[in-house]
T-cell receptor, first 110, second 115 residues
Framework: GQNIDQPTEMTATEGAIVQINCTYQTSGFNGLFWYQQHAGEAPTFLSYNVLDGLEEKGRFSSFLSRSKGYSYLLLKELQMKDSASYLCACSGAGSYQLTFGKGTKLSVIP | DSGVTQTPKHLITATGQRVTLRCSPRSGDLSVYWYQQSLDQGLQFLIHYYNGEERAKGNILERFSAQQFPDLHSELNLSSLELGDSALYFC??????????????FGPGTRLTVL
């Protein structure tokens, strides 16, 4: 099975940087995804990490350490529209479905 | 717009009833996944189909079933509905390969309310 932990809620200020952490324990692991989900809407893909290290994509970056079972999503230059839930998800070795954490609700304040 | 479509957008029904949710994947995607999202449980994987064949099952109740048709659209059937089945049901699709790591594209979801 897989167990994924991430903080329930975070608050950050517009223009600032925020880091959302995710730890996972899995019986098999292939890679880690981050999705953004606005309330009542579909999750949208942000990033995918399969190798250790940092992947940068514009204002968003994602980091993975396979040996530590740890990932983070870094959001820079926060905007009000970044207020959303951020879901960490693992894909298992040999399987293609995703196991999601419960999500971190980020509130960006002026 | 992800390219994945789901109908209906909203569904209100009574306990004990049966409903069918429909999903059309992105053009060219062979994999379809179904997820249930409730407030306390987060996004839970239900079932995965690839090119018409069931590939994996997650936390799917026996009252629920799904299938993928030759045109690759999929249906999720929920029967003997209970109040606790009220949730958002998402369909997602991914690319042609079965290699792990294909990002999944989510449809807009069907909000099911069981009264």
């Amino acid at each position: 099975g897989q167990n994924i932990d991430q903080p329930t809620e975070m608050t950050a200020t517009e223009g600032a940087i925020v880091q959302i952490n995710c730890t996972y324990q899995t019986s098999g692991f292939n890679g880690l995804f981050w999705y953004q989900q606005h309330a009542g809407e579909a999750p949208t893909f942000l990033s995918y990490n399969v190798l250790d290290g940092l992947e940068e994509k514009g204002r968003f970056s994602s980091f993975l350490s396979r040996s530590k079972g740890y990932s983070y999503l870094l959001l820079k230059e926060l905007q009000m529209k970044d207020s959303a839930s951020y879901l960490c998800a693992c894909s298992g070795a040999g399987s293609y479905q995703l196991t999601f954490g419960k999500g971190t609700k980020l509130s960006v304040i002026p | 717009d992800s390219g994945v479509t789901q109908t209906p957008k909203h569904l209100i029904t009574a306990t004990g009833q049966r409903v069918t949710l429909r999903c059309s994947p992105r053009s060219g995607d062979l994999s379809v996944y179904w997820y249930q999202q409730s407030l306390d449980q987060g996004l839970q994987f239900l079932i995965h189909y690839y090119n018409g064949e069931e590939r994996a099952k997650g936390n799917i109740l026996e009252r629920f079933s799904a299938q993928q048709f030759p045109d690759l659209h999929s249906e999720l059937n929920l029967s003997s509905l209970e109040l606790g089945d009220s949730a958002l049901y998402f369909c997602a699709s991914s690319g042609q390969g079965l290699a792990g790591g294909n990002e999944q594209f989510f449809g807009p979801g069907t909000r099911l309310t069981v009264l």
